[in-house]
C-alpha cells in the first residue's frame, strides 16, 4: 500500500511532521533567514578533495547552487540554521541536475545528489568551531577505503530532504556567516566572525565489530559530541 503513496505527498507528510514535532517540543530558537553579507574575516576553515567520478561536474554543479544559499544568511547568536530550511528541495525545476546519493546502503542516481558532502564539510566546520549541534545524521553505511577518504570517519553528515536535516546553533555572542570557496577539485567552508573562534580539537575513536564500525566523536576534554554507526560494505 506505501508504495501506492507518490514520494511528493510522502515528502510533504514528513514536512509536516516535522514541523509539528519542533513545536511540540518547543523549539521555538529563531531560526536563521536570508539576509546579507557580513563583512568579517574567516576564522575557521575547512577543506575537501571533491572525488572525480562520471557525474562530477553535475555534483560540483549542485554543491556550488546550494553553497549559494547559505553563504547569504547571517546566523545571529542564539539562532539556528537549517541546512533544508535555507536549501529548499532540489529539485531539477530549481536548478539542480543528477548526482549520486547513498540510498538505502547503495549508491544511486538522483536529482540535487552529491549535497551530503555539503552538509558533512558545514557540519565538520561548525564542529571545529564549538557550534552547538541541533539535529544531524551520519551515513548508513562506510563505503570507503582509508586512502579514499576526503573527511575523517564520523565527521560526515547526511541529509535526505523531508528527512534527515543539518541543524546548529550559533552558540557565540557575535552573528556569523557560512563562506565557500571551490577550486578544480576541492571545495572550502570557512566560517565568518568578528571574535576569534579557538579550533576545537577533536578526535575521532572507532570501535570495531562484526560488520559495523562504531564511531565516537570526543572534543580535547573526551566528552563525546557524537556517535556514528556503520555498516560495512561488503566486498
Not at 547571517?74 to 541536475?97: L, M
Not at 570526543?218 to 554507526?229: F, L, M, P, Y
Amino acid at each position: 500500500m506505501r508504495k501506492l503513496i507518490p514520494a511528493s505527498f510522502k515528502r510533504r507528510f514528513r514536512l509536516f511532521q516535522r514541523a509539528y514535532r519542533d513545536w511540540k517540543n518547543r523549539r521555538v530558537e529563531p531560526q536563521a533567514t536570508l539576509r546579507s553579507q557580513l563583512n568579517e574575516p574567516v576564522q575557521i576553515s575547512v577543506k575537501q578533495l571533491i572525488k572525480r567520478t562520471s557525474l562530477f561536474e553535475n555534483k560540483v554543479h549542485n554543491l556550488q547552487r546550494a553553497a549559494r544559499e547559505l553563504e547569504q544568511v547571517i546566523v545571529h547568536p542564539g539562532e539556528v540554521i537549517s541546512f533544508w530550511k535555507i536549501i529548499g528541495d532540489p529539485t531539477a525545476k530549481r536548478g539542480y541536475k543528477t548526482g549520486r546519493n547513498i540510498v538505502n546502503g547503495t549508491l544511486q542516481e538522483a536529482v540535487g545528489g552529491g549535497l551530503c558532502q555539503l552538509s558533512g564539510i558545514v557540519y565538520h566546520a561548525a564542529l571545529l568551531a564549538g557550534l552547538t549541534i541541533r539535529e544531524r545524521y551520519n551515513h548508513t553505511v562506510d563505503i570507503y577505503q582509508e586512502e579514499d577518504r576526503f573527511t575523517p570517519l564520523g565527521a560526515d553528515a547526511t541529509v535526505v530532504y523531508g528527512y534527515k536535516d543539518l541543524r546548529f546553533q550559533n552558540n557565540t555572542a557575535v552573528p556569523i556567516q557560512l563562506r565557500f570557496a571551490f577550486e578544480d577539485e576541492a571545495i572550502t567552508c570557512g566560517i565568518k566572525s568578528s571574535i576569534d573562534l579557538p579550533v576545537q580539537e577533536l578526535q575521532f575513536e572507532r570501535i570495531e565489530g562484526d560488520g559495523f564500525r562504531l564511531v565516537y566523536t570526543k572534543d580535547v576534554s573526551g566528552k563525546t559530541i557524537a556517535e556514528s554507526r556503520y555498516k560495512l560494505e561488503k566486498k
